[in-house]
């Protein structure tokens, strides 16, 4: 019965390190598991950080995008404005030029017309002068003749 017994406490010893090792190995395998899930989770978070990350670069480039497009508009309109006055500028430059010309003209028929007054005034003189010459030399050719009467 003695060997029996023995029999049955190393089966038993047998079972026992065998549960052990069954255990130890299944603890080994569920760290293993636990780290692969903690490695997955950290890559997820970063791929998730990579994506959000990408995101946010997208759409800083779209508003940059917008505001060049915005400075662009701007600076379109400001040139029409210039391009505007300009031929505003320009179109008064020469509506000046044509009353520039129309002042000399007028200044010159002004001019002319001074000239012919002053013409006239001295023809008139002249007239006067003669008249007066004439009415002279008769009144001489008078006084002769009485002289020689």
């Known amino acids: 019965g003695e060997a029996a017994a023995r029999a049955a406490d190393e089966r038993a010893q047998r079972c026992d390190a065998a549960t052990a090792a069954a255990r130890a190995a299944a ?7 636990a780290r692969e899930a903690s490695r997955l989770v950290e890559a997820a978070r970063i791929t998730e950080a990579a994506l959000a ?22 600076l379109e309109r400001e040139r029409n404005a210039l391009r505007a006055e300009r031929q505003l500028i320009s179109q008064r430059y020469t509506a ?9 003209a ?14 006239r005034a001295r023809v008139e003189e002249l007239e006067a002068a003669l008249q007066e010459a004439c009415a002279a030399r008769r009144d001489d050719a008078a006084e002769f003749r009485r002289q020689e009467a």
Do not use: N, W
């Not at 603890?27 to 598991?33: I, L, N, Q």
């Not at 007028?106 to 013409?119: D, H, P």
């Open 53 to 74: 990350t990408e995101r946010a670069a997208r759409a800083a480039e779209a508003e940059e995008s917008r505001v060049v497009a915005a400075e662009r508009d701007e």
């Open 27 to 33: 603890e080994k395998r569920a760290t293993a598991v």
């Open 96 to 104: 000046l030029g044509s009353k520039v010309e129309a002042l000399v």
């Open 106 to 119: 007028m200044e010159a028929v002004r001019g002319a017309s001074q000239r012919e007054a002053a013409l």
